[in-house]
């Protein structure tokens, strides 16, 4: 089974809009963390926002917040008030700390702002 | 420089051929990290080292592939007898404490793209 499963390869986004982007994973572990990174045409990986499985709250970041579902095994990344910036590759990715320090990559999803 | 340096950023290169990818992590960084992304894919793990020592290479694909930390800085990704479907984007990362959240953050590099013809 896949790890971290990104099901949308592309979204269209209207400029201001909010989007959600979607993330599910799968892990037998308590304790795990969960991350966003977003890669632009550029190629470099630029971390975004962090979870961690036993934080209570849900993550936020400027824009940037994480829709943490614990039960269903979510972490979808919602971005307020999109930009033409915010086009670019985002991955979801897991740390399993029964594991080692690795991350494990979701296959990403492509977002596109139109103006 | 404040961030990971990888070189070259472009490698075109012949099948059989051997070649070497070099990272420069950010100064200070223990934990330096190889992954290898395909066309359309996420970052694939191949190896991370902690200080000198390689901590878990389960992610390299074969023996043609090796890599090396000798002095707990830079590292290199050695690639022997390559073959076209080595080719990928290699990204270097390294990691230290998000002061914020306290999650153990990777810092990437803008990565090296191979070819092999």
């Known amino acids: 089974a896949q790890k971290i499963t990104q099901t949308q390869p592309g979204m269209f986004v209207q400029e201001k809009e909010a989007v959600t982007l979607d993330c599910t994973y799968d892990?037998?572990?308590?304790?795990?963390?969960l991350f966003w990174y977003k890669q632009p045409s550029s190629g470099e990986m630029i971390f975004l926002i962090y979870?961690?499985?036993?934080?209570?709250q849900n993550a936020t970041e400027g824009r940037y917040s994480l829709n943490f579902q614990k039960a269903r095994k979510s972490a979808n990344l919602v971005i307020s008030a999109s930009q033409l910036g915010d086009s670019a590759m985002y991955f979801c990715a897991m740390r399993e700390w029964s594991g080692n320090e690795k991350l494990t990559f979701g296959t990403g999803t492509r977002l596109t702002i139109i103006p | 420089g404040a961030g990971v340096s990888q070189t070259p950023s472009n490698k075109v290169t012949e099948k059989g051929k051997y070649v070497e990818l070099r990272c420069d992590p950010i100064s200070g960084h223990t934990a330096l990290y190889w992954y290898r992304q395909s066309l359309g894919q996420g970052p694939e793990f191949l190896i991370y080292?902690?200080?000198?020592?390689?901590?878990?290479d389960s992610g390299l694909p074969n023996d043609r592939f090796f890599a090396v930390r000798p002095e707990g800085s830079v590292s290199t990704l050695k690639i022997q007898r390559t073959e076209r479907g080595d080719s990928a984007v290699y990204l270097c990362?390294?990691?230290?404490?998000?002061?914020?959240?306290?999650?153990?953050?990777?810092?990437f590099g803008a990565g090296s793209r191979l070819t092999v013809l």
């Open positions: 979870q961690g499985s036993y934080d209570e």
């Open positions: 892990t037998s572990d308590q304790s795990y963390g």
């Open positions: 080292f902690q200080g000198t020592g390689a901590a878990d």
């Open positions: 990362a390294s990691s230290t404490r998000d002061s914020l959240s306290g999650a153990n953050v990777l810092t």
